[in-house]
């Protein structure tokens, strides 16, 4: 990590513009590398994966805690005839998603063999990295989609490329349902930027520009924002758009499912945060009571349906569902605690079930079945396993302690006075959680091995570290959430000021002109 | 003027020196094919793609010229000098540079060398010429039979192959039935407003006060000249001959159709449309905007069911010719879809030439192995070409960084800037169907394994063709302002002030 002076004098480095671009460059270089030297390809690939996860963890380092504006704003126009800029920006809400990003590639990258087209396989992870990074790190409307877009296609790849025995079907089912979503915001986004040019002046793609200048007439708005949610609904995604995930989590590599659990799927909550409340605060507001029902539908059937599978992989993918749910709920409950919940939530989901998709992958590598019925006993024969595995699921859970815990409960108790009966019934989902996941706990790890299961092998040295990885950051945000908190909250409280201003809405915990620098509320 | 006096026309010979040129390389390569075969033999290729690029330059030329100089007309008002028409030839000489190599290698592969394709192909780039200027219907007419008669000819040009006689002869039969619609039209709407000229029916319409009732030549004058040109570029329902001909005529036929073909059509349409029937654009918006709709909806879904990949193409066609068309609809309103349909034809033009060379490598010596399963394991076998094939296909998808998500972007906006959101969002939907089937030529390449071992053999040339195509498809995908800077200097002759709208 580099010294705080250091910092000072790289403030003229392109940070955001190199998260994206470097995972480029190591992609062509994968690609153009001979496929008869694995060795170096593999170099090249963690290489360029781990100068992005350290640039992210320096931009971490050097985010300005208190500042709530967007930070190491790189700014170059592009297309000029239509308004479009390359404008990247990082701030509260997106900060911890990125560096979740840079930290999860390489970890992948070392953890998890594919087993064949080794080469192909890390391009196309490098590739899905600089899409991913775009994504969170975009302030321009056409960039966003551009970024949004191309993520389908690596990923398209990835399953069906390296997936389980229905993986064609499922990468296109992935790839149709979300372009479907993308379909709606293409549209809405172009008519976003017209019909701001009238009060911003020219044509512009700009975010911040829109945001901060235009007013939409309440019916106009309405109608954009619903483009937008469709998109972003399917890529949560939100009941009933759901049906894709467990499919393609279910048939998607480890690696696949490990990074869409933990970073692809932030992308439609994100974008409500980012583009849904930002752009069009009175829409999403009037939109409420629609996504806080959604959301807490998916939260129940979410878990029910977990309670039902029969494989492993899949209990794992309706328990996203579970949990995005809440992270839906908490945005649009629109207070500062249940905003910053979210945010919270969406990284420690991705941690928690992104570690939880590894340890499955690691039990389908030694017993190449993914099937509850045919696991048992495995705590006998591989103790440390067991306990990894129970660490991982607990956070998931949302016990107190871990960081799973973190989110949930701001996201309940700051949703709890504008969103009260929803809060009620969700809360019920952190109780179906511990069910299915308890359960499932119980009938793969307890009980006596039979043949099959005798032989499991105990947690290698490279799996420990790996997973080890994922246990640290598991207690350190589940026992001292405040730096993360203490983050997020101010960009948050600006987000709320900004819907506040525009809307005439007022936030519970932030009412107008309130003292919005203090981090008095998070973590305890 | 009185009838009888005749004063021949002023001839303004750089105005049509692209027409010039390609009628000397025609008859070049006629000529000399016959007298002195030896001299030219293996070298019409070259020698058509000279004639291209030196179209391509005259034009580019004439581009920077017309800067300065008003638009206008020549030929006694005949042929239009604008930058819309500039553009196009630019569009169609590039097609015709681009499908010269791959139609070289082809020939080569069945040993024929003789000038007749070269000469067709020539005669089909000046038909398509004089169909982008053409600023009277019967020039117009010309052009189109022009283009249309070497076209039947070609679709049926592989004589060892029944499909594509029969290629022929359906596009032959359909073709002469929607050139008589068309002809029909011209001299309805010739009786109603007294002219051929596009300038003068413009000023005719302008001036008379239509009385309800007393315009129905006019208007079934213009709803046959539609049917003419929606035949041209394939519109739906006129697009039932597309799958058949596409599929049996040969490759880099398919891909001149395609390209330059369609460019052709739907230049000559949006001057037809946008100059002499401005004035009507309240009748025939709605039919465009049915159009529309229709052919990206039924070229998609029908696209999906194919199992050949030249019959899937050339439905994707069909459903790319309904997003050049929800071009059209904006352009009525007056919004920028003018420029944005002829980049989306720029685009396509070049996409779509990338994707049939492909076809004619994989399609082997025979030009028959085009059935997806052919395509199977082609990412093992040639990966580099299934690569540049599936970027040529990703870009069809409208996926971004490449140039087709540029095109469909610019559609998008002129629908939107002209408040079409219904057909924005309903030709987005259909971009998404259409996906469906480049996803199933994706899957074919890389996720399934191959039947044999043998790869296809690259020629050098239409390998050449591909990275050409690749390399636009993604540069314009990346840096596509220098484009869209062009097509928005884009105008078309106009004699009459535009009405607000």
Same mark, same amino acid.
């Given at each position: 990590?580099?010294?705080?002076?250091?910092?000072?004098?790289?403030s003229s480095f392109p940070v955001l513009s190199a998260l994206v671009l470097v995972p480029v460059a190591g992609a062509l270089l994968v690609a153009l590398l001979s496929e008869r030297r694995p060795e170096f390809v593999k170099l090249a690939a963690l290489a360029s994966s781990v100068?992005?996860?350290?640039?992210?963890?320096?931009?971490?380092?050097?985010?300005?805690?208190?500042?709530?504006?967007?930070?190491?704003?790189?700014?170059?126009?592009?297309?000029?005839?239509?308004?479009?800029?390359?404008?990247?920006?990082?701030?509260?809400?997106?900060?911890?998603?990125?560096?979740?990003?840079?930290?999860?590639?390489?970890?992948?990258?070392?953890?998890?063999?594919?087993?064949?087209?080794?080469?192909?396989?890390?391009?196309?992870?490098?590739?899905?990295?600089?899409?991913?990074?775009?994504?969170?790190?975009?302030?321009?409307?056409?960039?966003?989609?551009?970024?949004?877009?191309?993520? !389908?296609?690596?990923?398209?790849?990835?399953?069906?490329?390296?997936?389980?025995?229905?993986?064609?079907?499922?990468?296109?089912?992935?790839?149709?349902? &979300?372009?479907?979503?993308?379909?709606?915001?293409?549209?809405?986004?172009?008519?976003?930027?017209?019909?701001?040019?009238?009060?911003?002046?020219?044509?512009?793609?700009?975010?911040?520009?829109?945001?901060?200048?235009?007013?939409?007439?309440?019916?106009?708005?309405?109608?954009?924002?619903?483009?937008?949610?469709?998109?972003?609904?399917?890529?949560?995604?939100?009941?009933?758009?759901?049906?894709?995930?467990?499919?393609?989590?279910?048939?998607?590599? #480890?690696?696949?499912?490990?990074?869409?659990?933990?970073?692809?799927?932030?992308?439609?909550?994100?974008?409500?945060?980012?583009?849904?409340?930002?752009?069009?605060?009175?829409?999403?507001?009037?939109?409420?009571?629609?996504?806080?029902?959604?959301?807490?539908?998916?939260?129940?059937?979410?878990?029910?349906?977990?309670?039902?599978?029969?494989?492993?992989?899949?209990?794992?993918?309706?328990?996203?569902?579970?949990? !995005?749910?809440?992270?839906?709920?908490? #945005?649009?409950?629109? &207070?500062?605690?249940?905003?910053?919940?979210?945010?919270?939530?969406?990284?420690?989901?991705?941690?928690? #079930?992104?570690?939880?998709?590894?340890?499955?992958?690691?039990?389908?590598?030694?017993?190449?079945?993914?099937?509850?019925?045919?696991?048992?006993?495995?705590?006998?024969?591989?103790?440390?396993?067991?306990?990894?595995?129970?660490?991982?699921?607990?956070?998931?859970?949302?016990?107190?302690?871990?960081?799973?815990?973190?989110?949930?409960? !701001?996201?309940?108790?700051?949703?709890?006075?504008?969103?009260?009966?929803?809060?009620?019934?969700?809360?019920?989902?952190?109780?179906?959680?511990?069910?299915?996941?308890?359960?499932?706990?119980?009938?793969?790890?307890?009980?006596?091995?039979?043949?099959?299961?005798?032989?499991?092998?105990?947690?290698?040295?490279?799996?420990?570290?790996?997973?080890?990885?994922?246990?640290?950051?598991?207690?350190?945000?589940?026992?001292?959430?405040?730096?993360?908190?203490?983050?997020?909250?101010?960009?948050?409280?600006?987000?709320?000021?900004?819907?506040?201003?525009?809307?005439?809405?007022?936030?519970?915990?932030?009412?107008?002109?309130?003292?919005?620098?203090?981090?008095?509320?998070?973590?305890? | 003027?009185?009838?009888?006096?005749?004063?021949?026309?002023?001839?303004?010979?750089?105005?049509?020196?692209?027409?010039?040129?390609?009628?000397?390389?025609?008859?070049?390569?006629?000529?000399?094919?016959?007298?002195?075969?030896?001299?030219?033999?293996?070298?019409?290729?070259?020698?058509?793609?000279?004639?291209?690029?030196?179209?391509?330059?005259?034009?580019?030329?004439?581009?920077?010229?017309?800067? $300065?100089?008003?638009?206008?007309?020549?030929?006694?008002?005949?042929?239009?000098?604008?930058?819309?028409?500039?553009?196009?030839?630019?569009?169609?000489?590039?097609?015709?540079?681009?499908?010269?190599?791959?139609?070289?290698?082809?020939?080569?592969?069945?040993?024929?060398?003789?000038?007749?394709?070269?000469?067709?192909?020539? +005669?089909?780039?000046?038909?398509?010429?004089?169909?982008?200027?053409?600023?009277?219907?019967?020039?117009?007419?010309?052009?189109?039979?022009?283009?249309?008669?070497?076209?039947?000819?070609?679709?049926?040009?592989?004589?060892?192959?029944?499909?594509?006689?029969?290629?022929?002869?359906?596009?032959?039969?359909?073709?002469?039935?929607?050139?008589?619609?068309?002809?029909?039209?011209?001299?309805?709407?010739?009786?109603?407003?007294?002219?051929?000229?596009?300038?003068?029916?413009?000023?005719?319409?302008?001036?008379?006060?239509?009385?309800?009732?007393?315009?129905?030549?006019?208007?079934?004058?213009?709803?046959?000249?539609?049917?003419?040109?929606?035949?041209?570029?394939?519109?739906?329902?006129?697009?039932?001959?597309?799958?058949?001909?596409?599929?049996?005529?040969?490759?880099?036929?398919?891909?001149?159709?395609?390209?330059?073909?369609?460019?052709?059509?739907?230049?000559?349409?949006?001057?037809?449309?946008?100059?002499?029937?401005?004035?009507?654009?309240?009748?025939?918006?709605?039919?465009?905007?049915?159009?529309?709709?229709?052919?990206?909806?039924?070229?998609?879904?029908?696209?999906?069911?194919?199992?050949?990949?030249?019959?899937?193409?050339?439905?994707?066609?069909? $459903?790319?010719?309904?997003?050049?068309?929800?071009?059209?609809?904006?352009? $009525?309103?007056?919004?920028?879809?003018?420029?944005?349909?002829?980049?989306?034809?720029?685009?396509? +033009?070049?996409?779509?030439?990338?994707?049939?060379?492909?076809?004619?490598?994989?399609?082997?010596?025979?030009?028959?192995?085009?059935?997806? $399963?052919?395509?199977?394991?082609?990412?093992?076998?040639?990966?580099?070409?299934?690569?540049?094939?599936?970027?040529?296909?990703?870009?069809?998808?409208?996926?971004?960084?490449?140039?087709?998500?540029?095109?469909?972007?610019?559609?998008?906006?002129?629908?939107?800037?002209?408040?079409?959101?219904?057909?924005?969002?309903?030709?987005?939907?259909?971009?998404?169907?259409?996906?469906?089937?480049?996803?199933?030529?994706?899957?074919?390449?890389?996720?399934?394994?191959?039947?044999?071992?043998?790869?296809?053999?690259?020629?050098?040339?239409?390998?050449?063709?591909?990275?050409?195509?690749?390399?636009?498809?993604?540069?314009?995908?990346?840096?596509?302002?220098?484009?869209?800077?062009?097509?928005?200097?884009?105008?078309?002759?106009?004699?009459?002030?535009?009405?607000?709208?």
């Amino acid at each position: 990590m580099i010294a705080a002076g250091a910092a000072h004098s790289l403030s003229s480095f392109p940070v955001l513009s190199a998260l994206v671009l470097v995972p480029v460059a190591g992609a062509l270089l994968v690609a153009l590398l001979s496929e008869r030297r694995p060795e170096f390809v593999k170099l090249a690939a963690l290489a360029s994966s781990v100068a992005t996860g350290g640039i992210s963890v320096w931009m971490l380092s050097a985010f300005d805690t208190h500042e709530s504006g967007y930070q190491f704003v790189s700014r170059h126009g592009w297309i000029d005839a239509w308004g479009i800029s390359w404008h990247l920006g990082v701030d509260g809400i997106s900060l911890f998603l990125v560096v979740l990003t840079g930290v999860l590639f390489p970890l992948v990258i070392v953890g998890v063999d594919p087993h064949h087209d080794e080469k192909r396989y890390l391009a196309w992870l490098l590739v899905l990295e600089a899409g991913v990074m775009g994504s969170f790190l975009s302030l321009d409307l056409f960039l966003f989609f551009l970024f949004f877009e191309i993520v !389908l296609v690596p990923m398209y790849f990835l399953i069906g490329g390296w997936g389980y025995d229905r993986r064609v079907y499922a990468a296109t089912k992935f790839f149709l349902y &979300t372009m479907f979503g993308s379909a709606f915001m293409l549209v809405g986004i172009i008519a976003t930027a017209v019909l701001a040019r009238r009060d911003v002046g020219y044509l512009t793609f700009d975010l911040v520009q829109i945001a901060e200048k235009a007013g939409f007439a309440a019916s106009t708005g309405r109608w954009l924002f619903l483009s937008f949610a469709v998109a972003l609904a399917v890529k949560v995604p939100l009941f009933p758009l759901h049906t894709w995930l467990p499919d393609a989590h279910t048939q998607a590599p #480890t690696a696949g499912s490990v990074i869409l659990a933990g970073v692809l799927l932030k992308l439609g909550t994100y974008g409500f945060l980012r583009f849904g409340l930002y752009l069009f605060p009175e829409a999403a507001l009037w939109a409420k009571p629609l996504f806080l029902t959604l959301a807490v539908i998916g939260i129940i059937w979410g878990a029910v349906a977990a309670t039902m599978q029969t494989d492993l992989k899949r209990l794992v993918a309706y328990s996203s569902v579970a949990h !995005l749910g809440f992270i839906v709920l908490g #945005t649009f409950a629109v &207070t500062s605690q249940a905003l910053t919940g979210s945010v919270a939530q969406m990284v420690n989901h991705g941690v928690s #079930t992104g570690a939880l998709f590894l340890l499955v992958g690691m039990i389908y590598e030694r017993r190449h079945t993914r099937a509850i019925a045919e696991l048992r006993g495995i705590q006998a024969v591989a103790p440390v396993f067991a306990a990894a595995f129970m660490v991982v699921m607990l956070s998931s859970i949302g016990v107190p302690g871990l960081n799973g815990f973190v989110g949930e409960f !701001l996201v309940l108790i700051g949703s709890f006075e504008t969103a009260r009966w929803w809060t009620v019934v969700a809360a019920t989902g952190v109780i179906l959680a511990a069910l299915y996941l308890l359960w499932a706990y119980q009938r793969v790890f307890h009980g006596e091995p039979d043949d099959a299961n005798s032989g499991f092998r105990e947690i290698t040295a490279r799996e420990g570290a790996l997973v080890g990885v994922f246990i640290a950051i598991i207690l350190f945000t589940g026992l001292y959430p405040k730096p993360m908190l203490e983050r997020i909250e101010p960009s948050v409280d600006r987000l709320i000021e900004h819907v506040q201003k525009r809307t005439g809405y007022v936030a519970p915990d932030h009412p107008v002109g309130a003292d919005h620098g203090s981090d008095g509320e998070g973590g305890d | 003027m009185g009838p009888l006096a005749f004063t021949p026309p002023a001839v303004e010979f750089t105005d049509v020196l692209p027409l010039l040129i390609w009628l000397g390389t025609l008859c070049a390569v006629l000529l000399l094919g016959a007298l002195v075969p030896a001299v030219l033999r293996g070298r019409y290729a070259l020698v058509t793609f000279a004639s291209a690029v030196a179209v391509a330059v005259q034009q580019a030329m004439k581009w920077s010229d017309l800067g $300065s100089e008003p638009t206008g007309t020549a030929l006694s008002d005949a042929v239009a000098v604008d930058r819309f028409a500039v553009l196009a030839t630019m569009v169609i000489a590039v097609a015709l540079g681009l499908v010269a190599p791959v139609l070289h290698d082809h020939l080569a592969r069945r040993d024929s060398d003789g000038p007749e394709p070269w000469a067709m192909f020539l +005669t089909a780039a000046m038909g398509a010429q004089i169909m982008v200027s053409a600023n009277d219907l019967l020039v117009l007419f010309l052009g189109l039979e022009t283009l249309s008669l070497s076209l039947y000819v070609l679709a049926a040009s592989n004589r060892r192959n029944a499909r594509s006689q029969e290629a022929g002869l359906k596009y032959f039969i359909l073709g002469g039935f929607s050139s008589a619609f068309f002809l029909y039209g011209i001299a309805l709407v010739y009786g109603a407003t007294g002219s051929t000229n596009l300038t003068t029916v413009a000023t005719r319409l302008q001036g008379s006060v239509s009385l309800a009732g007393d315009d129905a030549l006019l208007l079934l004058g213009i709803g046959l000249l539609l049917v003419g040109l929606g035949f041209k570029v394939s519109a739906v329902p006129f697009h039932a001959w597309t799958p058949d001909v596409y599929q049996g005529a040969p490759s880099p036929v398919t891909a001149f159709m395609a390209s330059a073909g369609k460019v052709a059509a739907f230049a000559a349409l949006l001057r037809l449309l946008t100059t002499a029937l401005e004035r009507r654009a309240d009748d025939w918006r709605p039919v465009v905007w049915a159009l529309a709709l229709l052919t990206v909806f039924v070229g998609s879904v029908m696209a999906v069911v194919q199992t050949d990949v030249k019959r899937m193409l050339a439905f994707s066609s069909v $459903s790319h010719a309904g997003f050049v068309l929800v071009g059209v609809e904006a352009a $009525s309103h007056g919004a920028p879809g003018l420029s944005s349909s002829m980049t989306y034809l720029l685009i396509y +033009t070049v996409l779509v030439i990338g994707s049939f060379s492909v076809v004619t490598v994989v399609a082997g010596d025979s030009d028959d192995a085009t059935s997806l $399963s052919d395509f199977r394991g082609l990412a093992r076998r040639r990966p580099a070409l299934a690569l540049g094939f599936t970027v040529l296909l990703l870009a069809q998808a409208g996926m971004p960084a490449t140039s087709g998500f540029i095109a469909k972007f610019g559609v998008i906006n002129s629908a939107v800037e002209a408040h079409s959101y219904v057909l924005a969002v309903a030709a987005m939907v259909g971009a998404v169907i259409a996906a469906f089937l480049y996803l199933r030529i994706m899957v074919s390449m890389w996720l399934e394994d191959a039947d044999d071992g043998d790869a296809p053999r690259v020629p050098r040339a239409t390998g050449a063709v591909i990275a050409v195509a690749v390399a636009f498809t993604l540069f314009v995908g990346v840096f596509p302002g220098w484009l869209l800077d062009a097509g928005n200097l884009v105008d078309l002759f106009r004699p009459v002030a535009a009405p607000q709208g």
